[in-house]
């Protein structure tokens, strides 16, 4: 995708915010301009990581999920705090690159699963004819005027021919199962960060158990299913992609980096400047060992971002801002970008309100002066409260449709229209008392 397919992809689910989509638009696309050059000048090429700087609830985090979404790139969503928020015990910085990693297993794994569900479809098939119509171990009962083998597969023909029409769905039969007997694992501090897959290990040391289950063929084939297609995955070429997948396409956003930043040198503040010193070589790229091979961080783009009320980006350490060249602000939701936040995504919150009550055989409408009067209490109370963005519309629509939601499957009248009359008699009272708004909106 170019630069403006990317934003305009972007602008279907998120409201503003102009500048960091253009900014991750072009990162992305870098990436692309990157594998077209050769091979030695690809390996000069570093991301150009982002740095977004912005209050909660403007659109960062979705922003980065939505890109990912967007460019079938292995994603992973994390805390910067998670590795100070035990003092000098947090997690391993080097867990993050694993846990992509783990996503990248996910995606490739689905992806190959479609490649190969046309004949895990057809084994499955052959498998429950297998269940059905048992192969004989001798034919003496078979006619003497037919060969025993041809009547076998003529009974195993018409079975199929059931089978595919769903005649024998509710059909009883005895499947076998394997399952391996798990491990107790003792957990304990650190033990995510050990490089040597022990889960792995054990299950290849314990037994397998067998167990002999009676189950519906609609049940066993979906048993089947699974089955065939895990018999028929490549795990290590699967590992070998995923790993490449990662190390290529992979986007790691970092939250809350502004939290990591010392501010007096003392107690926790020693575990953050910690943790900058261990996300240095990250970004900076890297070799990190995983239970399915080595990873280079290299090429992984990293977002991060923070809302840096107390603090600002350049009191983190020098050589982790200059990992973050580009630098985008994220601006403050406006009364306007409420009501276009209510109205222009594809899966607006009306939108999901409206299909969730439907379910009910309840229809609701919004006019727009009702849009414009929910936009407006959800600008005051972030104003006279905390701010906290485009998810002060969540706890607004939830209050406003409390009664609704409650009374949908019994009421009579299945259609409503929702005025500003209709927000303002349940919403005014509430968010007028400033210490009720602060509990309650």
């Not at 991750?24 to 050769?38: E, G, S, T």
């Not at 996910?106 to 498998?127: Q, Y």
């Not at 076998?176 to 889960?199: A, F, K, N």
């Amino acid at each position: 995708m170019s630069p403006r397919e990317i934003v305009a992809a972007l602008d279907q689910n998120i409201v503003g915010q102009a500048d960091a989509k253009r900014a991750v638009a072009v990162a992305v696309r870098n990436r692309w301009r990157r594998k077209q050059l050769p091979e030695e000048l690809q390996n000069e090429i570093a991301p150009k990581n982002i740095l977004m700087m912005g209050p909660t609830g403007v659109g960062k985090t979705e922003i980065a999920r939505r890109l990912a979404k967007l460019t079938g790139a292995p994603f992973l969503k994390v805390e910067a705090t998670k590795y100070t928020e035990v003092g000098y015990y947090g997690r391993d910085v080097e867990s993050m690159v694993r846990e992509l990693v783990e996503n990248s297993i996910t995606m490739v794994r689905e992806r190959e699963r479609k490649n190969v569900e046309k004949d895990a479809v057809g084994r499955a098939e052959e498998r429950l004819l297998d269940l059905l119509v048992p192969r004989p171990i001798s034919y003496e009962m078979a006619s003497e005027e037919e060969n025993a083998t041809d009547h076998y597969e003529r009974t195993r023909e018409r079975f199929r021919g059931m089978l595919r029409a769903g005649e024998l769905e509710d059909r009883k039969v005895e499947l076998t199962i394997e399952q391996r007997s798990t491990p107790m694992m003792l957990g304990g501090m650190g033990l995510e960060q050990m490089d040597v897959d022990l889960q792995g290990m054990f299950e290849k040391i314990m037994p397998k158990n067998s167990t002999r289950r009676e189950m519906t063929v609609r049940e066993a084939r979906g048993v089947l299913l699974e089955q065939e297609s895990e018999s028929l995955l490549d795990k290590e070429a699967i590992s070998q992609a995923a790993i490449e997948l990662a190390e290529n396409l992979g986007i790691i956003f970092l939250d809350e980096i502004d939290k990591i930043i010392a501010t007096d040198g003392k107690g926790a503040d020693v575990s953050r400047q910690g943790v900058q010193r261990d996300l240095l070589p990250i970004v900076e790229g890297t070799t990190v060992q995983t239970k399915h091979g080595y990873v280079s961080t290299d090429h992984v783009l990293f977002i991060a971002a923070g809302a840096f009320h107390k603090t600002s980006p350049s009191e983190l350490m020098p050589e982790l801002q200059g990992r973050f060249p580009i630098r985008v602000e994220l601006n403050d939701l406006t009364k306007e970008d409420f009501v276009r936040i209510l109205t222009e995504p594809n899966a607006s919150l009306t939108v999901q309100y409206k299909s969730l009550l439907e379910t009910e055989g309840l229809k609701i409408s919004f006019t727009d002066d009702s849009l414009e009067e929910l936009a407006a209490f959800a600008f005051h109370v972030n104003q006279t409260t905390q701010n906290i963005g485009a998810r002060r519309l969540y706890t607004i629509m939830e209050r406003l449709l409390e009664d609704l939601s409650f009374d949908a499957p019994d009421r009579k009248e299945k259609k409503v229209t929702i005025d500003a009359d209709y927000v303002r008699e349940r919403l005014t009272k509430v968010s007028q008392d400033e210490d009720l708004s602060r509990f309650i909106l």
